[in-house]
């Protein structure tokens, strides 16, 4: 009898719609920078496609949403995780691109801030404003990920990383998590978002 149980609460977890205001953190906050290089936009670029390894709850979710175009109950948490396969392109012209869930795809336009030359504002460029906001890159090495806190349009802090690979050393996650917490973030909020059965 246990183990049926066990089976359906499974398969109900599984079903689950995303809960945004379970996974919300706190409100945006001033960010100060880490003693790390400032982004290389450059090298950023270059690159072009940066996976999403590590990631705030909300910001996953927010990214999935708006990739998805559909309510958030609606899309299951296994999804989110093991099949969205969310990719980010970013382009010598501002432009974004996500791209995720079996060929799709979301076009953002961005713009740096003028007083700070590691953030920049970004929406979608069809205008709605499911997922926008600012982000600050806090922490990087310029080559193997970037982090950064996003201060979203409805003002709720989120934070995401880049990497040019799919998963990154443990070491290094340990330290962007270190930073992360050291922001505010808490660690019952982490995602560690998988590519192994991506096509990729």
């Not at 979301?106 to 700070?116: A, G």
């Not at 962007?176 to 050291?182: C, G, N, R």
Request: net charge negative.
């Amino acid at each position: 009898m246990w183990r049926l149980a066990l089976v359906q609460l499974c398969m109900a977890s599984a079903i689950q719609g995303l809960n945004l205001d379970a996974a919300k953190e706190q409100p945006c906050f001033n960010i100060s920078r880490s003693p790390t290089p400032l982004f290389d936009m450059n090298w950023a670029v270059s690159v072009g496609k940066f996976y999403w390894p590590l990631v705030s709850n909300m910001d996953l979710y927010r990214a999935a949403t708006d990739l998805l175009q559909k309510d958030s109950k609606k899309i299951s948490i296994s999804t989110v995780y093991y099949d969205s396969c969310i990719t980010w392109h970013l382009f010598k012209d501002g432009t974004l691109l996500s791209k995720g869930f079996n060929g799709l795809g979301r076009e953002y336009k961005s713009k740096p801030l003028s007083d700070n030359p590691d953030a920049y504002q970004f929406e979608p460029v069809d205008g709605t404003t499911m997922y926008g906001g600012t982000a600050y890159t806090t922490f990087t090495d310029n080559k193997t990920y970037f982090f950064s806190a996003v201060c979203l349009s409805d003002g709720e802090m989120v934070w995401g990383v880049g990497s040019p690979t799919p998963t990154l050393p443990e070491e290094t996650k340990k330290m962007i998590l270190e930073h992360a917490v050291s922001l505010g973030f808490k660690k019952e909020f982490f995602s560690e978002l998988r590519y192994d059965k991506c096509n990729n």
